[in-house]
Each structure stands twice: as structure tokens, then as C-alpha cells.
């Protein structure tokens, strides 16, 4: 069955540090991947999308992400945390057509440290 | 341009009532879906409407079920709740093109379902 792996629930880290946030995904074709995030009692704010091309795209307030094939990874990185990152990030995957519904990780909770 | 729109957003009922949620997706997307957001099973994915037909639907019971109107809005429903029914529901919209699936899914900020 198709499934997202999120593999840490709760990460901290402190305000001016770097961030990687994991997501794996399992199946054979490439999805099409994407990245949320959720702010306490909000919807789901696209943060960055791959459909194809390059692997390394760039998403809203300077998160970028990178879809590895060898590794069914798409990672999200951004260099330097702001406090009001803190908020919850989700991974997704869609196959598209129709299989247009998005499967979701479990999510990963960031705390940011003053 | 105004994005995807859900009413009411917070919402008390009692256990076996029904409850009926809409959804007005973002000018011109033509497919809707919807997601049930609960702490213990995290985003799951319910159905698509893609002009006015349901194109895919979830592991869901029957109790849940949904619609969808000439200008594209939505609505769900479920029936005879339970407790385990309270939780957020998020609905999507997607622009499709014929041919091209790999729509951005766009999110409205949910319904927030209390069963007591």
C-alpha cells in the first residue's frame, strides 16, 4: 500500500539554526510530492510542490525541499529558522489521475527556541 | 483571489444527529475533495467530486457521504455521528486540466466537528 513515512513526530530546534524535516514515501512510480504546513486551528498552507524536472525546488518563506529517487526522500530544508515557523509540516504524496486524493504523513511538529 | 471557504467552521452536535458541511473551492477549480484530520489517525482522505460526480472516495462508512453542485461547490454529510466523528474537515479544490494530474491541491481552513 502507498504510505508516507514522517519519521519524527516532535523536533526543537533554536531560532537562527537550520532545519531538515524527513518524509519517505513507498511505491514504485513517482509521486508527485508536496509539503504543507499547519498552524494551530488552520487549514493546511502549501509550502512547495515537485511534479517533475529539476529535484531541488524552492517553496513560500524559504523552504526548499529535495526529491531523491534512489531514496524515495523529499526532504524539507530551510537555512535559518524564525520563531513563527513553529507550527506542524506535513508531507504528501498524490499519483495522480485517478489517484488525485493526497496521502499524508503522519506530520512533524516544530518547536522553535528563542 | 479568495481561496477555499468552509462554513461553518466550528460546530457542536449530539451523538446520531447528522451534520451537513459545505465548501466553496477557489473560482474556477472544478474538483473538490475532502480530508478528516483527527489526532489519533491524522489526515485521511474521504472523497473527490469532479463536476458533480464522486471520482474517488476513501475508507470511510457509508454514514459519510458528500455531493457536489453545477458551480462546483460541495457539501458533505454525516449521518447517525459518533463520538470518534469529531474531529477537523478540510476541504481541497484542484483546477484539472484534461490530460494533466498533477493539480496543486489548495486547502480551505476546515470545519471543526465537536459530537457530545
Known amino acids: 500500500a502507498q504510505s508516507v513515512t514522517q519519521p519524527d513526530i516532535h523536533i526543537t530546534v533554536s531560532e537562527g539554526a537550520s532545519l531538515e524535516l524527513r518524509c519517505n514515501y513507498s511505491?514504485?512510480?513517482?509521486?508527485?510530492l508536496f509539503w504543507y504546513v499547519q498552524s494551530p486551528g488552520q487549514g493546511l498552507q502549501l509550502l512547495l510542490k515537485?511534479?517533475?524536472?529539476?529535484?531541488l525546488v524552492q517553496g513560500i518563506k524559504g523552504f526548499e525541499a529535495e526529491f531523491k529517487r534512489s531514496q524515495s526522500s523529499f526532504n524539507l530544508r530551510k537555512p535559518s529558522v524564525h520563531w513563527s515557523d513553529a507550527a506542524e509540516y506535513f508531507c504528501?504524496?498524490?499519483?495522480?489521475?485517478?489517484?488525485?486524493?493526497?496521502?499524508f504523513g503522519k506530520g512533524t511538529k516544530l518547536s522553535v527556541k528563542p | 483571489k479568495a481561496g477555499v471557504t468552509q462554513t461553518p467552521r466550528y460546530l457542536i452536535k449530539t451523538r446520531g444527529q447528522q451534520v451537513t458541511l459545505s465548501c466553496s473551492p477557489i473560482?474556477?477549480?472544478?474538483?473538490v475533495s475532502w480530508y478528516q484530520q483527527t489526532p489519533g489517525q491524522g489526515l485521511q482522505f474521504l472523497f473527490e467530486?469532479?463536476?458533480?460526480?464522486?471520482?474517488n472516495k476513501g475508507n470511510f462508512p457509508g454514514r459519510f457521504s458528500g455531493r457536489q453542485f453545477s458551480n462546483s461547490r460541495s457539501e458533505m454529510n454525516v449521518s447517525t455521528l459518533e463520538l470518534g466523528d469529531s474531529a477537523l474537515y478540510l476541504c481541497?479544490?484542484?483546477?484539472?486540466?484534461?490530460?494533466?494530474?498533477?493539480?496543486?491541491?489548495?486547502f480551505g481552513e476546515g470545519s471543526w466537528l465537536t459530537v457530545v
Open positions: 515537485y511534479f517533475s524536472g529539476d529535484t
Open positions: 467530486y469532479f463536476s458533480e460526480t464522486q471520482r
Open positions: 511505491y514504485g512510480a513517482t509521486p508527485y
Open positions: 481541497a479544490s484542484s483546477l484539472e486540466f484534461k490530460g494533466y494530474s498533477g493539480n496543486t491541491i489548495y
Open positions: 504528501a504524496v498524490s499519483y495522480g489521475g485517478s489517484q488525485g486524493n493526497l496521502i
Open positions: 473560482s474556477g477549480h472544478r474538483s
